[in-house]
């Protein structure tokens, strides 16, 4: 069964704390992907890369930064947390052109 | 710009009706994808459409792609209870492999 694993499922942090979101998925996938779930905004997405140490800016990349070191992990950081950046976020992997697999997702509330 | 709007974004109906929720993109596409999101959960692929004029079945839901009129629309016949989820479309831009554009969401309940 394909997995895509969110390290954790809720987490609450404080203004200009730096947070680490990770992500790990066992499909030997090359695209994996970070989204933020907005109510009434879809999803949007941060960044995304495309094979290990490779990574591009999506929509949205300002106060977010990427790493991709090992083909299976993708971490999202927030450099210095802010209210603004309170949140769902989802990583999602695909290999080529197909269909995204999604993790579970990780509700963020910045304080 | 490529654009992807849901309509409607909220549906409340009834078991056993049947209703249509609509997408439409306002640049070339030939990728289409419809998720399923139970409340709580992470997203789930239901149909890929790559092609004017495919149709994916499973179930009681239907999807179909029109790329002329850059229309995509999911049917739920009879209508279950289990189906009650947020729906998302999601358009492909054509020059990329990577991105994909999101719809808002047509958040539908369904009463017993």
């Known amino acids: 069964d394909v997995k895509v694993t969110q390290s954790s499922r809720y987490l609450v942090k404080r203004t200009g704390e730096k947070v680490f979101l990770e992500c790990v998925q066992d499909m030997d996938h090359e695209n994996m992907f970070w989204y933020r779930q907005d109510p009434g905004l879809g999803l949007r997405l941060i960044y995304f890369s495309y094979d290990v140490k490779m990574k591009e800016k999506g929509d949205i990349p300002e106060g977010y930064s990427v790493s991709r070191e090992k083909k299976e992990r993708f971490s999202l950081i927030l450099e210095s947390a802010s209210t603004n950046q309170t949140s769902m976020y989802l990583c999602?992997?695909?290999?080529?052109?197909?269909?995204?697999?999604f993790g579970s997702g990780t509700q963020l509330s910045v304080l | 710009e490529l654009k992807v709007e849901q309509n409607p974004l909220f549906l409340s109906m009834q078991e056993g009706k049947n209703y249509t929720i609509y997408c439409n993109y306002s640049?070339?596409?030939?990728?289409l994808y419809w998720y399923r999101q139970d409340p709580g959960k992470s997203l789930e692929s239901l149909f890929v459409?790559?092609?004017n004029g495919a149709v994916k079945q499973e179930g009681r839901l239907m999807a179909s792609l029109d790329t002329k009129a850059r229309l995509s629309t999911l049917h739920i016949t009879a209508a279950v209870h289990d189906l009650s989820a947020t729906y998302f479309c999601?358009?492909?831009?054509?020059?990329?492999?990577?991105?994909?554009?999101w719809g808002a969401g047509t958040k539908l309940i369904i009463k017993p």
């Open positions: 640049t070339t596409s030939d990728r």
């Open positions: 999602a992997s695909k290999a080529g052109g197909e269909k995204l697999f």
């Open positions: 459409l790559l092609s």
């Open positions: 999601a358009v492909a831009p054509p020059d990329s492999n990577y991105q994909l554009i």
